[in-house]
């Protein structure tokens, strides 16, 4: 699952296709994946037919909405949603650097994890460039709470998530994942969870114009006796969490970089990952930008060294 790049960016061999229905608008979507240079960062490249109708980088500075999904763009047409677990996929194997082509306002669901998207990387292959990687290192607590809700980064020696839930549900309650992400425990841990929904919301969703593509082949349906509808059962004892853990990877991707440092979170969803992350990035004090030395220089393993910020602030274009 992804590749040891000692600390150089990555992207992807050649080009890879999927296509998919989009779970929010119904619509069918071609998605193509292509490499692209060092330095390029994750672009979204939207076309209607052959014309092409936006371009966006995958920068916090671009979210827009973040009420069902992680939307990039500020008006309707001119935008791309549903990014997080394409996101996440692309952040938790590693990769730095693609170019995406799409031909609709949405990403695929596929089976409303992050699975489908690194089978399609690992098709093609995920290769090392030239150029080191940054990473955004946290340096002090920064903490967003919003209700009952809270988030928070906290300096770490590594890449830690520690995520809780609580649901009114007998079949939720309150869940944790803890861990370390890495290529290896991405993809064993987190990766397969599915997007999940209470069938109660179901009506709601439709009339409001959302939810369209949803199936029982891209989420996990809870009834209103609290079982899951799907035959297949769940994929994790604990998928819920697990599914929350990923979309908290995948927004935090939008940083423009893969940061050091932990981030906890109860009770958090699209919007409150967002506002952490704005208040990270808003505080110049509270990380700073390192990347790590060339083996031949490094006096001790997993050493970091700190480089100008302005030369590499993607998150702010």
């Given at each position: 699952m992804g590749i040891d790049v000692n600390g150089y960016q990555a992207t992807i061999a050649r080009s890879v296709s999927l296509t998919g229905v989009g779970v929010h608008s119904g619509d069918n979507v071609s998605i193509t994946f292509n490499p692209a240079e060092a330095d390029t960062g994750i672009v979204f490249n939207r076309y209607d037919g052959e014309e092409l109708v936006m371009s966006v980088r995958a920068v916090s500075s671009q979210v827009g909405s973040t009420d069902l999904c992680t939307l990039l763009g500020k008006a309707p047409d001119r935008s791309v949603g549903t990014v997080e677990h394409l996101m996440a996929a692309l952040s938790g194997v590693g990769i730095d650097n693609v170019s995406i082509d799409i031909d609709a306002g949405e990403v695929p669901i596929m089976d409303g994890s992050a699975m489908p998207f690194i089978d399609a990387f690992e098709s093609v292959g995920i290769v090392a460039l030239a150029e080191k990687r940054?990473?955004?290192?946290?340096?002090?607590?920064?903490?967003?709470?919003?209700?009952?809700?809270w988030a928070?980064?906290?300096?770490?020696?590594?890449?830690?998530?520690e995520i809780d839930i609580d649901?009114?549900?007998?079949?939720?309650?309150?869940?944790?994942?803890?861990?370390e992400i890495t290529p290896e425990t991405f993809g064993k841990e987190l990766a397969r969870a599915r997007t999940f929904g209470f069938m109660r919301d179901v009506e709601h969703l439709?009339?409001?114009?959302?939810?369209?593509?949803?199936?029982?082949?891209?989420?996990?349906?809870?009834?209103?006796?609290?079982?899951?509808?799907?035959?297949?059962?769940?994929?994790?004892?604990?998928?819920?969490?697990?599914?929350?853990a990923l979309d908290a990877v995948g927004d935090l991707a939008l940083a423009g970089a893969q940061f050091i440092g932990c981030y906890r979170s109860y009770r958090g969803g699209h919007k409150l990952n967002?506002?952490?992350?704005?208040?990270l990035l808003a505080d110049s004090s509270a990380y700073e930008i390192v990347e790590k030395p060339a083996r031949r220089s490094a006096s001790r393993h997993g050493e970091l060294v700190a480089v100008s910020a302005p030369a590499f602030a993607p998150w702010l274009n």
């Open positions: 940054r990473y955004i290192r946290v340096v002090k607590p920064v903490r967003m709470e919003m209700g009952g809700s928070e980064f906290i300096p770490h020696d590594g890449t830690r998530f649901f009114n549900t007998p079949l939720i309650g309150r869940q944790s994942w803890k861990g439709w009339a409001s114009g959302h939810a369209l593509g949803s199936s029982l082949e891209n989420s996990v349906v809870i009834a209103d006796d609290h079982t899951v509808i799907n035959i297949e059962g769940l994929r994790y004892t604990d998928e819920f969490v697990r599914h929350k967002a506002l952490a992350l704005r208040a």
